[in-house]
Every structure is written in C-alpha cells, then in structure tokens.
T-cell receptor
Framework: GENVEQHPSTLSVQEGDSAVIKCTYS??????FPWYKQELGKGPQLIID?????GEKKDQRIAVTLNKTAKHFSLHITETQPEDSAVYFC?????????FGTGTKLQVIP | GAVVSQHPSWVICKSGTSVKIECRSL??????MFWYRQFPKQSLMLMAT?????????EQGVEKDKFLINHASLTLSTLTVTSAHPEDSSFYIC??????????FGPGTRLTVL
C-alpha cells in the first residue's frame, strides 16, 4: 500500500515569511495529492490539491509542486499570517483511496 | 465546497454504553463515506469504508462488531461505538467524495468515555 512521509513535524516562522512542508510517497500509481489544513478541534479542510499530470499549482499565497520521478510533493505558503497557524496534512493516492502524512504543526509568530 | 455535517460534535458517555455518531452529506450524494479516527497530535487513521446499501469494509485491526456502520441512504452514514471503553475516546471524522475530484470532511465528533 501507499506510505506517505511528511516533514517537518513542527515549523515556526515569522509572520510574512514563507513556509514549506514536504512529503514523499511510495506508490507510483498514486495520482492525487491533496493538502489539508486542520484547526484545533475541527475536521480537515482541503486547501489545495494537485494531480499527477501537473507539476505545479498555485492559489493566491498557496502553491503545491509535484515531482513524480522523485515521488515527492511540497506545500509552499508565502506571506504567512497568524491565521495560517494550524496542522497541515499531505495525502497521496487516488479516487476514494488516499493515505495521509503524519502532519506538520505550523506556528506563525506575529 | 461541499458540506459534510456530523452530529453530535462532542459526546461524553459512561463505560459500557453505546454511542451513535451521524454523518451527513448536505449538498451531494455519497454512495461511499469514510470513517476516520484521530488521536491527539496524530494523523487520521482510516477505520472503515461505508457503502450505501451494503456492508461496510473495515481496515485491518478495526473490530467490526465494536464499530457498527450503517449507510442507509446516499446522504447518511452512522457509526455506533458499542460497549464503549475509555480507550475508545478519540476524535472521529467522516468524509465523502463529492465528485472524483474532491474529498470533504465533517467537523468531527469528540468522544470521551468515562
């Protein structure tokens, strides 16, 4: 089955700086790579996703890159704000079958 | 995006009792829903796949007789934790795929077993 590793487990950045979270996956058949933001006591919220036929996708301050050859993908948050503080999960897989990474707790320091 | 609701948002029960958690897709139909369990500071672990009109599929190590799943309609799946014990205390989250493109999660249910 799929195995997803995520780093770092915690990340502190100053407000306005960029944050990068990286994930690797094992199954070359995976074609869907979503990223979720989870605030304390709430369910995960999809913030961006990318599919295997695309190398990069951007949505305002958030971008995701995918390197299928190396089997890794990354989340980039620019101009971080305190409200970006949360736990972020990457996932890899396909329709109705995704495996989650271990999560990254992001703290944005005002 | 699509909306998935869960009820209750939190529940406290005594050891040995059963608790039912409802998961509803409010603006889309889901033939399949998923139930996850999340312990503090950990990732989401898939417990089972709920299939409308048929039996649920459980992940390895999940007791199907303890975690009863019923998917009675295209918009409702329920998870019943039977004979709950303190070790069942956790955050339970359901999800559904609106289309083949996006998976949406419910807000979660915090279960505390005393």
């Amino acid at each position: 089955g799929e195995n997803v590793e995520q780093h770092p487990s915690t990340l502190s950045v100053q407000e306005g700086d960029s944050a990068v979270i990286k994930c690797t996956y094992s199954d070359s058949a995976s074609n869907y790579f979503p990223w979720y933001k989870q605030e304390l006591g709430k369910g995960p919220q999809l913030i961006i996703d990318i599919r295997s036929n695309v190398g990069e996708k951007k949505d305002q301050r958030i971008a995701v890159t995918l390197n299928k050859t190396a089997k890794h993908f990354s989340l980039h948050i620019t101009e971080t704000q305190p409200e970006d503080s949360a736990v972020y999960f990457c996932a890899a897989g396909g329709y109705q079958k995704v495996t989650f990474g271990t999560g990254t707790k992001l703290q944005v320091i005002p | 995006g699509a909306v998935v609701s869960q009820h209750p948002s939190w529940v406290i029960c005594k050891s040995g009792t059963s608790v039912k958690i409802e998961c509803r897709s409010l603006d889309f139909q889901a033939t399949t829903m998923f139930w996850y369990r999340q312990f503090p500071k950990q990732s989401l672990m898939l417990m089972a796949t709920s299939n409308e009109g048929s039996k649920a599929t459980y992940e390895q190590g999940v007791e199907k007789d303890k975690f009863l799943i019923n998917h009675a309609s295209l918009t409702l799946s329920t998870l019943t934790v039977t004979s709950a014990h303190p070790e069942d205390s956790s955050f339970y989250i359901c999800s559904g795929w609106e289309t083949e493109n996006e998976q949406f999660f419910g807000p979660g249910t915090r279960l505390t077993v005393l």
